[in-house]
């Protein structure tokens, strides 16, 4: 009878179990992870490709089932596609023998080549030519050298690096000549070694960061100093025998830290004839190039190119000459930001514009780099928060100040497009019109001495704009936060539209039980500055039931939480959600977009990580919604977010119940100078009390707070937040006598954006916040390439 009973019992609870399990969709969630929701949404980008005639352009367009590749004359207002998927499949699988689905071409991008008569990509490890006249194909049995190079602009010329030196080939075949013999290891051109995380997964291809001179005869190369720079220790443990790797890594406090560089090269006449041959010989011609070291005013930190050598989007490193260069490089601590002109010949540098502060200089955070030089006069543009807001200013070649371009408690983002000849600036801000949302930017056009300021896009939305290199004309995709985009062409002057390129199609995606996050605004820790934030709901949500709410944070100070302000599917937040959560992102005080003092709020006081906002904003939201459960409060957050999430709960254990806090930088005497030392300030000892100005901003300092639930994950091959500062937290909380959940993860990077990582987080939260049993071993699927959402 007892053994009966006991099996009853045990049948019941398993039954009980069960249910509670069965109300916790999870395949529901998984739907909403990006990588399903995305593939369920078509026509919702155009990211052009530019033809040489700088106005028609070439785009990928995703359709319900594979994509179609559309051209655009905007001179004939035309659009029409470049192929026909059907045949050009057909032609390819004539070629190769095999068969291509026209639906998914496997394929995103080609080139025109013979005067735009047929097309050149890469497909199933081989190189396609297509002409399009006649839908033949041909393939070549083996891809061309894929090291990757910069073409000169007379498309003469192929520059790349090669063992930390840099070398140019020519595009049609020939030999390799090798420029410069001096780089190291420790001190190279253009790219440096592979990082630890590359060379165990050896992907050790480098993007050379250099760039040609209009006339093709220069070229302008980084050059990284790290010789004495102490170096961070990586050990995979997979293998047999562990393999052991390192890279230079400074810290706050080292006084031996990378010092970068520019060299221009000057390539020696009659250069063509060097390379002659069949090319696949190597010839070292360094001692006929004149190479020629830009020579700092005072020790640069970070040299700002733009990515590969560019100012703004309206600009270019090289002036038409081909005898300057214009960049612009920070101090250490970004104390100060300086805007210089190099002569290429001596290496000799003018400054063009500077700032400074106390606490940093910014370069346009979340845009483009923002400065211009003109060439048809000696006007300079420069973005600058000097006033306390990001705005426009107008310097002459010596320095001196003309005028304030734009002025206002409002921001301005980038510049855009430069019109010389109308003397015109075409940028982008945020702020500025009244009644909408402060963070979606706006194009307005402004003159070069402040008058006649004008709103070119006038949509209540946030638009992304691109120019046509002409200038003639711009795409601007509009969205909100809870709206789809919708891309379109417009002229200038005046931004009238002359087609809708794309309407973006959600249908698919509400059909599943989708729905877009809420915009709100609440008070901050002031009770006085506004802040924005978005809230997600469940598709079944019910505003009679209580929600535990939990809190997606990440601290900046570089950018907020809820990250770009235009429409996205939600990603993790919106799939968290459907799990029976109230979920929320909150752009705290510290955070960008804002103004000067806004993004400075707790400058040296990393802790602080807008903590005391999001408790605030948190609060007043349960103050409005009957539905949010303010008992049942938790947070999540990975790198920044995961240093903010853990000091949430160690900080504020009364409030936070729960936390799940991914590859956190907590304590930031480890993590990069170049982060660290701009938001904290540099590394002050205090030896008399065996202390310095970072510990207070440690998490392990308050590991003996923890009460409530807390769940820490990190990579042991995290190249970019080491996993040390986690394991010195882990220590903390053991000497504490603390209960904790910890998860290493073997040859994992930095991201930990995969299924396995998304599960535990998920069941971390359903079992401790939502009081349920998550289902047992639930596998999230991510999809391969090119294949439909489940």
Not at 416 to 428: G, M, N, P, S
Request: charged fraction near 25%.
């Amino acid at each position: 009878m007892r053994s009966f009973r006991f099996f009853v019992l045990v049948f019941s609870a398993v039954a009980a179990a069960q249910q509670l399990a069965a109300q916790v969709d999870y395949r529901r969630a998984e739907l909403m992870l990006d990588w399903h929701a995305s593939r369920m949404i078509s026509h919702d980008a155009v990211e052009p490709n530019w033809l040489p005639d700088g106005n028609r352009f070439w785009y990928r367009d995703k359709l319900p089932e594979g994509a179609e590749f559309v051209l655009i004359d905007p001179v004939n207002n035309t659009r029409r596609l470049v192929f026909d998927n059907a045949r050009l499949a057909a032609a390819m699988s004539i070629a190769r023998d095999t068969t291509y689905d026209p639906v998914k071409l496997p394929f995103d991008s080609f080139r025109f080549v013979d005067g735009e008569r047929a097309i050149e990509f890469k497909a199933s490890g081989k190189l396609f030519r297509c002409v399009l006249a006649t839908y033949r194909c041909s393939v070549a049995d083996t891809l061309p050298d894929q090291r990757p190079f910069v073409v000169s602009p007379d498309s003469v010329w192929e520059a790349f690096v090669y063992n930390y030196n840099v070398w140019v080939r020519p595009r049609g075949g020939g030999d390799s000549l090798q420029l410069t013999t001096d780089g190291t290891e420790e001190w190279w051109y253009g790219a440096g070694p592979p990082r630890p995380y590359q060379r165990l997964r050896n992907d050790t291809i480098q993007r050379p960061n250099l760039r040609w001179s209009p006339d093709s005869r220069r070229i302008a190369v980084s050059r990284m100093d790290v010789r004495g720079v102490a170096h961070m220790h990586y050990i995979s443990y997979t293998s047999q025998r562990p393999r052991h790797f390192s890279q230079p890594y400074a810290l706050p406090g080292d006084t031996a830290v990378p010092t970068p560089g520019i060299h221009v090269l000057t390539l020696p006449p009659g250069l063509m004839a060097s390379a002659g041959g069949n090319g696949g010989g190597r010839r070292d011609i360094s001692q006929q190039v004149r190479n020629v070291a830009v020579k700092f005013p005072v020790r640069p930190n970070q040299i700002q190119t733009g990515g590969q050598f560019g100012g703004s989007a309206a600009d270019s490193t090289w002036n038409r000459a081909s005898d300057r260069i214009y960049f612009t490089f920070l101090t250490r601590a970004s104390k100060a930001l300086y805007f210089v002109e190099a002569d290429a010949e001596t290496g000799e540098i003018r400054i063009l514009a500077k700032d400074s502060s106390r606490t940093f200089v910014e370069l346009s955070p979340r845009d483009p780099a923002s400065w211009y030089t003109a060439e048809s006069t000696d006007d300079v543009i420069w973005w600058s928060e000097r006033d306390g807001w990001a705005h426009l200013y107008r310097f002459d070649r010596d320095g001196n100040l003309k005028n304030q371009i734009t002025s206002g408690p409002w921001t301005v983002g980038a510049v855009r497009y430069v019109d010389e000849r109308a003397r015109q600036i075409y940028f982008t801000a945020r702020g500025r019109e009244p009644g909408r949302i402060i963070y979606y930017q706006h194009l307005y056009r402004v003159n070069f001495d402040g008058s006649g300021l004008t709103l070119i896009t006038p949509e209540d939305a946030d638009h992304r704009i691109e120019f046509s290199p002409s200038g003639r004309y711009f795409i601007d995709v509009q969205s909100r936060i809870e709206q789809p985009p919708v891309s379109v062409l417009r002229a200038v002057p005046d931004g009238r539209v002359i087609r809708v390129l794309e309407e973006a199609d959600v249908s698919r995606l509400r059909e599943i039980g989708w729905t877009p996050p809420e915009v709100f605004t609440v008070k901050a820790r002031d009770g006085i500055t506004d802040i924005y934030g978005v809230m997600f709901k469940p598709s079944n949500f019910d505003p009679a039931k209580k929600y535990p709410i939990v809190d997606h944070i990440y601290p900046g100070p570089q950018v907020g939480s809820v990250g770009p302000w235009w429409f996205t599917t939600g990603g993790e937040e919106r799939a968290l959600a459907e799990l029976g959560f109230i979920v929320v992102e909150i752009d705290h005080l510290g955070t960008p977009l804002r103004s000067k003092a806004f993004h400075d709020n707790y400058y040296g006081n990393f802790i602080d990580n807008g903590i005391p906002d999001h408790i605030a904003a948190i609060k007043q939201l349960g103050a409005r919604y009957p539905f949010i459960d303010l008992d049942r409060v938790g947070i999540y957050g990975h790198s920044g977010g995961g240093f903010a999430s853990a000091a949430a709960i160690l900080r504020y254990p009364d409030f936070f119940k729960v936390a799940v806090s991914t590859a956190g930088n907590h304590d930031n005497r480890s993590y990069n100078i170049y982060w660290a030392e701009k938001y904290q300030g540099l590394l002050a000892r205090d030896t008399l009390r065996k202390t310095d100005n970072f510990a207070a901003s440690a998490n392990k300092t308050y590991a003996a707070n923890l009460k409530g639930k807390l769940l820490l994950m990190h990579g042991d091959m995290d190249d970019n937040v080491h996993p040390a500062m986690t394991i010195q937290l882990v220590d903390a909380l053991i000497k504490a006598n603390k209960d904790f959940d910890f998860i290493l993860l073997p040859d994992r990077a930095h991201g930990l954006n995969e299924p396995y990582v998304i599960r535990k987080r998920w069941d971390y939260f359903v079992r401790h916040l939502l009081g349920q049993e998550p289902p047992a071993n639930y596998e999230i699927t991510r999809p391969q390439q090119g294949r439909a959402a489940p």
